[in-house]
T-cell receptor
């Protein structure tokens, strides 16, 4: 069945550093892939998505490319800010209507 | 913008109590979901509903039930609360299938069972 694995955190960075959070998946076919973000005290928000192979999703300076060769959907940002401190979840669909989430990666950005 | 509203941000209940968590969405979405979120385990699906009065078990339904009498409202019920049900509970909704439509989440209810 479908599964998703993402790197454990916390990831600790200084402001303006480059960010990569790894996500790999196992899936039947080529489902859409999602990154969600959870800011402190809030629920999850969709950050970006990609619906087919080689698609690049982007939002708020974050990017992720759907790579079927390596079954990966790594999240990147060129210059992080303190306000990006949050927990990031990689997700993909399974059984049509449901999503399976990674365990989450906490990002802490210091000034 | 989609709004998913959970009735309580924080809730404290006692072991053995029957607990109701309420969720309302304002975008006429067919699908609604209840998850629990625990450190190191990510999000786990408890139940979901794809239409009024329709429900399906998720990955961890034991000790929980749900009710969907109206399209916009999805309730999670802890029949007899136990301490291992202390957790963050998240409600979500989506339009039709998840293949292309994202899920929209409420802010969560942090439930403590004493």
């Amino acid at each position: 069945g479908n599964s998703v694995t993402q790197m454990e955190g916390p990831v600790t960075l200084s402001e303006e550093a480059f960010l990569t959070i790894n996500c790999t998946y196992t899936a039947t076919g080529y489902p859409s892939l999602f990154w969600y973000v959870q800011y402190p005290g809030e629920g999850l928000q969709l950050l970006l998505k990609a619906t087919k192979a080689d698609d690049k999703g982007s939002n708020k300076g974050f990017e992720a490319t759907y790579r079927k060769e390596t079954t990966s959907f790594h999240l990147e940002k060129g210059s992080v800010q303190v306000s990006d401190s949050a927990v990031y979840f990689c997700a993909l669909p399974y059984n049509t209507d449901k999503l399976i989430f990674g365990t989450g990666t906490r990002l802490q950005v210091f000034p | 913008d989609v709004k998913v509203t959970q009735s309580s941000r924080y809730l404290v209940k006692r072991t053995g109590e029957k607990v109701f968590l309420e969720c309302v969405q304002d975008m006429d979405h067919e699908n609604m979901f209840w998850y629990r979120q625990d450190p190191g385990l990510g999000l786990r699906l408890i139940y979901f509903s794809y239409d009024v009065k329709m429900k399906e078990k998720g990955d961890i339904p034991e000790g929980y039930s749900v009710s969907r009498e109206k399209k916009e409202r999805f309730s999670l019920i802890l029949e007899s609360a136990s301490t291992n049900q202390t957790s963050m509970y998240l409600c979500a909704s989506s339009l039709t299938t998840a293949l292309y439509q994202p899920q929209h989440f409420g802010d969560g209810t942090r439930l403590s069972i004493l």
